[in-house]
Every structure is written in structure tokens, then in C-alpha cells.
């Protein structure tokens, strides 16, 4: 097993291997890659415990690591997937809120870990990108919705 050059690391409390696991269950090109056992007793845990977890989420590099209550997740740091329609953007969205998840503003939420997700349609990411009177009304829409609307998007778009 080779490890990546540059790898993302999530602390857990104590539940890594079951966020990756639910991850590698959401999105394409997920896979748990590899799972370490604590050699001996640590703060938050014992000898045999899990401590790390590497995997990949939609083809990004993780390991995480079983830290304990000592560090929270906050929204200072998030994944953001791009979705192509709707129903992309509903699948990955309910998945997570509907696993114990919060749902948010502006197409971000959190799974039950505490991690945060940006479920962003690429009509938004480019309509954005673009700048211009464009980005502002795709903004402005975006402003007022939690889950991205697509056709709100779109809708905006036409809307000159």
C-alpha cells in the first residue's frame, strides 16, 4: 500500500472507521483503504483500539484519526462535491442529512461526525466562476436556499 504524498486528516472522537465506511456508501470513487490499531494505551483509548483510518472520499485522500472528545469539526473546513443535476445533488445532500446529519445554508451541511459538506451543482460553481451580472443573480438565489435548487439556479440565470 502506497500512501499519498498529501493526505487529509479528520480527528474523530471515536467513530473513523464508521464515517468512512458511510462515506465510501455515498460517493463514487470511495473506498477504505486501510485500518490501524492502537499498539498500546493511549488518552482515548486502549491497546486494540482503532486509531487511524485511511481511505479516499470521491478520490481525495483521508486518514482518520481516532483523537478523542478534544477537538471538534467545525465548518472551517468541508468538503466540497460538485454534482451534475438534481437528483446527484439530492442524493448526496439527503444521505447525509438523512443519517443524523444537519442540514445548513447555501448547499453546505454536516454528518452525524461533525464534518461539513458543500453539495454544490457545477451550473452553480459556473455561474459563479463566470463573475458578472450572472454570479451576482446565481448568488443572490443561492442566498436564499439551503439544498441548491438547480432549476432556481437556471431559473435565475434566464432571469437577464
Same mark, same amino acid.
Do not use: N
Given at each position: 500500500m502506497t500512501t499519498a504524498k498529501n493526505t487529509i486528516c479528520i480527528w474523530y472522537d471515536k467513530d473513523a472507521e464508521a464515517a468512512a465506511r458511510f462515506y465510501t456508501t455515498v460517493f463514487p470513487d470511495s473506498e477504505v483503504t486501510a485500518v490501524s490499531f492502537a499498539p498500546t494505551d493511549y488518552p482515548s483509548g486502549k #491497546?486494540?483500539?482503532?486509531?487511524?483510518? $485511511?481511505?479516499?472520499?470521491a478520490g481525495v485522500a483521508c486518514i482518520g484519526l481516532n483523537g478523542g472528545p478534544a477537538f471538534k469539526q467545525d465548518e472551517a473546513f468541508s468538503f466540497q462535491i460538485a454534482t451534475d443535476d438534481q437528483d446527484e445533488t439530492d442524493s448526496y445532500w439527503n444521505a447525509i442529512v438523512d443519517n443524523d446529519g444537519q442540514a445548513s445554508a447555501c448547499g453546505w451541511c454536516k454528518d452525524r461526525w461533525g464534518v461539513s459538506? $458543500? %453539495? %454544490?451543482?457545477?451550473?452553480? %460553481?459556473? *455561474?459563479? #466562476?463566470?463573475?458578472?451580472?450572472? *454570479?451576482?443573480? *446565481?448568488?443572490? *438565489?443561492?442566498?436564499q436556499m439551503g439544498k441548491i435548487d438547480v432549476a432556481k439556479i437556471e431559473e435565475a440565470l434566464r432571469n437577464q
Open positions: #491497546a486494540g483500539d482503532v486509531l487511524t483510518v $485511511q481511505f479516499r472520499v459538506w $458543500q %453539495i %454544490i451543482p457545477r451550473v452553480l %460553481i459556473d *455561474a459563479l #466562476a463566470a463573475g458578472g451580472d450572472p *454570479a451576482q443573480r *446565481a448568488f443572490e *438565489a443561492m442566498m
